[in-house]
């Protein structure tokens, strides 16, 4: 499996601070770190899951990277306690993973990321200036939003 730098998800969320994870070709996995769980993307939020979700990045056809995010359930099995979300909808990522494009806002706990591919972006610090040039998108309300009737767990 190719270590190349595959894309970038950029930390987008108002009043918390910008970081940079790289995407690698194959499967990325987002959580909250923990002494036991040091996930490829470690998420400082008070409401991610250990094993929150999966970003899958694969080669299609043309050799052009393809990105596609599934919450925990479909990765291992049990889903994240506090939902996945893409672009602001309401609606949590359950059973299924969604094909991502550049610009998708992925929202896990109350952290948002943008996807920004290497298609679009050559570098790391281009991946950072266009996203810091985009509006933040509606931030799901994890607090009244249960998805389901799981009850919010707040990680400590």
Do not use: C
């Not at 972006?121 to 939003?145: C, F, H, P, Q, R």
Request: glycine residues 8%; hydrophobic residues 30%; without cysteine.
């Amino acid at each position: 499996m190719s270590k190349q730098i595959a894309g970038w998800l950029v930390v987008h969320t108002e009043n918390k601070k910008q970081e940079t994870f790289n995407l690698k070709e194959g499967r990325n996995s987002i959580g909250r770190k923990t002494s036991k769980n040091i996930p490829d993307i470690p998420i400082i939020d008070n409401y991610v899951s250990r094993h929150h979700a999966v970003v899958f990045v694969r080669k299609n056809q043309k050799y052009e990277y393809e990105y596609t995010i599934a919450d925990n359930a479909e990765a291992l099995g049990k889903p994240s306690m506090n939902g996945t979300f893409v672009n602001g909808d309401a609606q949590r990522i359950t059973d299924k993973s969604v094909k991502l494009k550049d610009g998708d806002t992925i929202q896990v706990g109350e952290t948002k990321l943008v996807l920004k591919t290497t298609q679009v972006a050559i570098d790391v610090e281009s991946a950072v200036k266009l996203v810091g040039k985009t509006g933040y998108k509606k931030t799901v309300d994890i607090k009244t939003n249960r998805g389901g009737g799981l009850k919010k767990i707040v990680r400590k």
